[in-house]
Each structure stands twice: as structure tokens, then as C-alpha cells.
């Protein structure tokens, strides 16, 4: 069994900053990738930010200078540093991990609960 648990949402004023944590636990080989994604008041699911197992990274084109994605391999743990909030960055955010339970098995996306950001103008 997989665990992916996502914190550090809140509530902040517009042009400020927030970091969000992901972290994965439980049945897991290795992680090819992780992503965070959000969803606002009546919007689609949209991805912001994805890492791979190499470093390799893609943004939003909504997000990209200002949110910035990074992880730490040996906690299993991805971050996504937002700076310069928007009221439009308010959403519920996702953390997606993209995994191997096993050395033989085909990756799987495990997702978090979800975080709740609120960004007050």
C-alpha cells in the first residue's frame, strides 16, 4: 500500500509566498516522478509543476517564474515553493506520484487528499 500526503496550505495575501510538502510512503521501489496539480472553485484539474526521477522539470505556463518544484529522493518528499500568489492560484493542490511498488511492476499514480490554498486580494 502507497501513502502520499500533502501539507502546508493555508491562507495568504495576495504577492505572497507558501511552500506545500508532499511526502509518499508505504510499498515503494522507486518514484519516476511527482507532480503537483490543482483544482480551483469550478475549474478543471490542471497540472503545475512536474519533476522527474532525473531532475527534469515542466511548469504551467499560469505558474512558471514564479512556482518552483523540488524534492528530496531519500524522504520520498516533493515541495512546491509559491512565490508571488495570485487570487487566481486559489485551489485545492495535489501532489501525484508517479511509482514502482516493485523493481518489476508497471508505474502506478498514487494522489494525496489534497491542500487547500486560499490567496485573499
Known amino acids: 500500500q502507497v501513502q502520499v500526503e500533502e501539507s502546508g496550505g493555508g491562507l495568504v495575501q495576495s504577492g505572497g509566498s507558501l511552500t506545500l510538502t508532499c511526502a509518499a510512503s508505504?510499498?515503494?521501489?522507486?518514484?519516476?516522478?511527482m507532480a503537483w496539480h490543482r483544482q480551483g472553485p469550478g475549474e478543471n484539474r490542471e497540472m503545475v509543476a512536474w519533476?522527474?526521477?532525473?531532475?527534469?522539470?515542466t511548469y504551467s505556463d499560469r505558474v512558471k517564474g514564479r512556482f518552483t518544484i523540488s524534492r528530496d529522493i531519500r524522504k520520498k518528499t516533493a515541495f512546491l515553493r509559491m512565490n508571488s500568489l495570485k487570487s487566481e492560484d486559489t485551489a485545492v493542490y495535489y501532489c501525484?506520484?508517479?511509482?514502482?511498488?516493485?523493481?518489476?511492476?508497471?508505474?502506478?499514480?498514487?494522489w494525496g487528499q489534497g491542500t487547500q490554498v486560499t490567496v485573499s486580494s
Open positions: 519533476m522527474n526521477n532525473i531532475g527534469g522539470t
Open positions: 501525484r506520484v508517479t511509482l514502482r511498488s516493485t523493481p518489476t511492476s508497471p508505474p502506478s499514480d498514487y
Open positions: 508505504g510499498s515503494i521501489s522507486s518514484i519516476l516522478a
